[in-house]
């Protein structure tokens, strides 16, 4: 990276406040509670399809390990308190999902950390912070859902894992596109002696 660009994760750009950390803290999880409305069934199974995976890495990535983390750790607290964000508007501690829910506080974490370190920079690494986030998820809410209900692990792969695979490679690639975009075009303008 050329002397002066910036680095850290996305929200530290434009720098740090005590202010801008709680807002941006509550933005995270009120975003992962708006993309949880964005929510398909899938036969069979308590999962739905939801875009809260996406709003989660990314939130992960772009505020960090810490803030992202706090994101989804309100995310969770105030949903099970009765705030109806949770998919299709539910509140509440949903038990066979609970699982991811908990990954996701796991997940941002990791994105946080994996961005801090250039995660987010190339497109293929993008792909890999989006891809070791969403395999934290699945490693906690898979287990998670096949012991809150009672079927296998065999089971729980093809109703909590499997259906969901095909949109997160869509996600990722998304992502991939969108974070070293974003990036790129802070870099021009610090290279072109912009203000941002």
């Keep these: 990276m050329a002397a002066g660009r910036p680095t850290g994760v996305l929200a530290d750009v434009w720098g740090r406040s005590l202010v801008r950390d709680v807002a941006l803290t509550v933005g995270a999880a009120a975003a992962v509670g708006l993309a949880a409305q964005i929510s398909l069934p899938v036969p069979g199974s308590p999962v739905p399809i939801t875009g809260q995976t996406f709003a989660v890495l990314l939130a992960g990535a772009t505020l960090g390990a810490t803030r992202g983390a706090a994101g989804m750790l309100l995310y969770v607290v105030a949903g099970a308190l009765g705030v109806p964000w949770f998919a299709d508007g539910a509140s509440g501690w949903p038990s066979a999902t609970a699982g991811y829910l908990i990954g996701f506080v796991l997940a941002a974490a990791l994105a946080g950390q994996l961005a801090a370190l250039g995660g987010d920079r190339r497109p293929v690494h993008t792909i890999?912070?989006?891809?070791?986030?969403?395999?934290?998820?699945?490693?906690?809410?898979v287990p998670w859902l096949a012991f809150s209900t009672g079927i296998g692990l065999t089971t729980a792969l093809s109703l909590g894992l499997t259906p969901y695979l095909l949109g997160d490679v869509l996600k990722m690639a998304l992502a991939a596109a969108l974070l070293p975009g974003v990036w790129a075009l802070i870099h021009r303008h610090v290279d072109t002696g912009d203000r941002y």
């Design 128 to 141: 890999g912070l989006m891809a070791a986030g969403n395999a934290l998820i699945y490693l906690v809410g």
